[in-house]
DNA sequence: AATTCACATAGCTATAGAGCTATGCATAGA
DNA sequence: TCTATGCATAGCTCTATAGCTATGTGAATT
């Protein structure tokens, strides 16, 4: 089973997906129908990949008559967040590690 | 052609390639030998990983004999925060540490 | 009740790419 | 020079999935 990361960066992978994901998060919540319109693909596909968003925790709906309005679900990007931090910190400690050595040697 | 954005999410949603990656930041410089051994694929998928990883900036490596050493390049992964600080906008607080760090340190 | 509309689901095709084995190409060592 | 080693490349297969059209479902409209 995959963890947060994968379905976070797989979900995100595909480009129509990300984009959608870019327009509810600029533009706030839309309906599918909206979406749809600037989205360059078929109505069902923009159905599907929101679903995947979904599925990934990154949008959520909300019913209101016969339209679905979508929209961003931010908090769900801690994880890539996290995991960015985390390798930029461990990066950072070797450096420092190499640092404190030279300064080490120096002397 | 796909952006920065495209390439560094295509590149880190694979498992495999993510772990490498990883490994690279958490343990510094390896040989292709070394990454194998734990890599759970073969040395030609592992060698093949690197090679994308190289193409999309996140990896360099340096020959010394035969091996080939590889290394993690950090700085290749600003695009990703930007992306992520920009969707998220009220974290922007929490990631301008980061942003200045990894821009102070991309070579 | 019948029709239209908004969206979701089903089922299919085509392609991308992740894995394998076999082999090539240097370099190190005998 | 001949062999062994470390890695890269070639060529293949197989699976995952992004896209399509057709159809289902439920709400609004007449």
Redesign the interface.
Known sequence: M?DA??VL??T??D?TR?AL??RL?REGEKTVGALTERAGVSQPVVSKHLGILKQAGLVRYRHEGRQTHYS?Q?GA?AP??DW??E??G???S??NALEDLLKRMDQ
Do not use: G, I, Y
Request: hydrophobic share 55%.
């Open positions: 995959p990361h994968d960066f797989r995100l992978a480009p990300r994901f870019e998060c961003a931010l990007l890539l967040v960015t931090s390798m930029a461990f990066w950072q070797r450096f």
